[in-house]
């Protein structure tokens, strides 16, 4: 497993991750996200060893990355598909990753065809791949030392829709064999077919984590009127905490019912009325995160 443990990263003026713990399961894909800038990819950095924590740990099985004899064989790591050497072909850049690992050259060609590079493909220079080849091909490098935990920064970058459902596939079947996903997208859709669970992040600190259907069950509720910031005003003045979303809707944890009945009290008329359950990650990840995003409002 992948465990998380009161991770700080501070920069010159900047805490970029702030006292965050959470923790990855065996046989189950974590979904880990936030807002543009919310502190993921340097806590995926500190996972594996590239940004070295200012306090706390993150650990693997119990042991830092950096700690690991042979991590190829433990971990997969996919940050930036982009950050290959241009130079080199896709199979000049297995068999290098496979010699470093004392792997037999035959795997080369298994993940070759695992991630479905063509024979003309994997003899072109990097430089010369389409964004989804070098996803293809970061996916069979992180793949390449059968490890049971992988951390992958949004491996579906630059896939087609057939790309996507291949991804989606290898890592519910990755998970399914026991294996521990650690998965950081923006492609929120994505995200909730595959997750299990749910980790997000806002301005360094996690704001919510658990079991997808706990969280999507406790989303609270969706409303929407003619002038949503006097909605808002209205329910804090009734006691009741809520959030101005980026999308112009108002969050609450309360039911609907008692919603309505401020509403109808201050005068206010309403365009929408629900409950969020069943409403889909992008409301929920709308609700966690409105007073993080750079775009759209925040209250």
């Given amino acids: 497993m992948i465990t998380v443990e009161s991770l700080t990263r501070r920069y010159a003026g900047l805490t970029a991750v702030d006292d965050i713990s959470f923790t990855a399961l065996p046989g189950r894909v974590t979904g880990f996200l936030g807002p543009n800038g919310a502190g993921k990819s340097t806590t995926l950095r500190a996972v594996v060893g590239l940004t070295v924590p200012t306090s706390g740990t993150a650990t693997i099985n119990g042991e830092r990355f950096a700690d690991l004899p042979n991590p190829g064989l433990e971990v997969g790591v996919l940050l930036d598909a982009s950050a290959q050497h241009a130079g080199r072909t896709g199979r000049e850049i297995l068999t290098i990753a496979a010699d470093t690992m004392g792997l037999p050259r035959r795997r080369v060609d298994e993940m070759l065809e695992r991630v479905s590079l063509t024979p003309d493909e994997a003899r072109r220079r990097v430089r010369h791949y389409s964004l989804g080849m070098r996803q293809r091909l970061g996916i069979g490098t992180a793949l390449?030392?059968?490890?049971?935990?992988?951390?992958?920064?949004?491996?579906?970058?630059?896939?087609?829709?057939?790309?996507?459902?291949?991804?989606?596939?290898?890592?519910?079947?990755?998970?399914?064999?026991?294996?521990?996903?650690?998965?950081?997208?923006?492609?929120l859709h994505e995200i909730e077919v595959v997750a299990d669970d749910l980790v997000v992040i806002g301005n360094g600190a996690i704001v919510a984590s658990g079991s997808k259907e706990e969280l999507l069950a406790a989303a609270g509720t969706i409303v929407r009127s003619t002038s949503a910031r006097d909605l808002a005003h209205a329910l804090e003045q009734a006691g009741i905490p809520c959030t101005l979303a980026g999308d112009g809707s108002v969050r609450t944890d309360v039911d609907p019912a008692r919603v309505g009945s401020v509403a109808l009290a201050a005068g206010i008329a309403l365009t929408e009325l629900r409950s969020a359950e069943g409403a889909g990650l992008e409301d929920m990840f709308l609700s966690l995160t409105a007073d993080t995003q750079r775009e759209g409002a925040a209250a």
């Fill in 144 to 187: 390449l030392g059968e490890p049971r935990v992988l951390v992958l920064d949004e491996p579906a970058n630059g896939l087609d829709p057939a790309g996507i459902r291949w991804m989606r596939d290898l890592l519910t079947g990755f998970a399914a064999e026991g294996g521990t996903v650690l998965l950081s997208s923006h492609l």
